[in-house]
């Protein structure tokens, strides 16, 4: 396998043993060592021994079948997460607007051309597709994603756009790069986006980004509702109005949030 970076501090051991870790998709528990070496590009001896290597860190367990992930895995996401300090920020602002919607409502952030949940207060209700911290779905088809997207540059837009997805969903539209662009463009004239069933039948969707003290878009929340309890017009009329409150006074806490460092030093 060649070297993929010509950085003399670039540690192509550590890449690998990542690559063997995001080798699972959704859904799956184990997978042969055959197909942990097809998918990270990597010949079986090699992978054989980094998956041995994350056994004894704790990372990986052996099966009948070949390798499976553990739990301990998690601490990786959770220590990004800690390391944001932004469920504690967010968690009030995210109960309030529960309570003022009556709906789910969550935050996330973009990785390559997914969202991934990092904060989220949910309301019981029975949806079509599940959805907790570390959750990933196509940003495209998302409004989360949308307003996300929509504020890149066009070449971390291009980059997004083109990488593959990790997600293992397919989302109800597939459109075509120009139907999304045009899409985006409609999310950064008015500030909000908006979906309508566009991830999976019976979801809808509007979502707000969520900027840091530079003005860059970090973040997206937005207010999640069922498609046969909530009209387009509900959300837009209604939930709307509460999302872009909230969204001033969460911009608000992160701008104290980030000003904490220079504090202290």
């Not at 959805?131 to 779905?137: A, E, N, S």
């Not at 997600?167 to 309508?196: C, K, N």
Request: with cysteine.
């Amino acid at each position: 396998m060649t070297r993929r970076s010509e950085t003399p501090d670039f540690i192509e051991a550590l890449a690998r043993g990542l690559d063997v870790i995001v080798a699972f998709k959704a859904g799956e528990v184990e997978l042969s060592l055959p197909v942990l070496a097809s998918r990270t590009g990597l010949a079986r001896p090699t992978a054989r021994r980094i998956a041995l290597t994350l056994e004894e860190l704790g990372y990986m367990r052996a099966t009948n079948v070949g390798y499976a992930l553990t739990a301990k895995v998690l601490d990786l996401g959770l220590a990004y997460t800690a390391s944001q300090g932004l469920w504690q920020l967010v968690r009030p602002h995210l109960t309030d607007l529960v309570q003022l919607t009556n709906e789910s409502c969550s935050i996330a952030q973009l990785d390559g051309s997914d969202i991934i949940y990092v904060a989220r207060v949910a309301v019981p209700k029975i949806v079509g597709i599940s959805v907790h911290i570390g959750t990933r779905f196509p940003a495209y088809a998302t409004s989360l994603g949308k307003a996300i997207l929509a504020f890149l540059t066009p070449e971390e837009l291009s980059e997004a756009l083109h990488s593959p997805s990790r997600a293992g969903v397919s989302a109800s539209w597939q459109p075509s790069e120009e139907e999304i662009l045009a899409d985006l463009s409609q999310v950064r004239g008015r500030g909000w986006a908006l979906t309508d069933q566009q991830l999976a039948l019976g979801i809808r969707s509007v979502a707000v980004p969520l900027r840091d003290t530079a003005g860059r878009v970090i973040a997206s929340m937005n207010v999640n509702a069922s498609a046969a309890e909530t009209s387009v017009n509900d959300l837009v009329q209604r939930h709307l109005p509460a999302l872009l409150e909230k969204q001033g006074a969460i911009q608000a806490d992160i701008a104290r949030f980030m000003s904490i460092p220079s504090q202290i030093a």
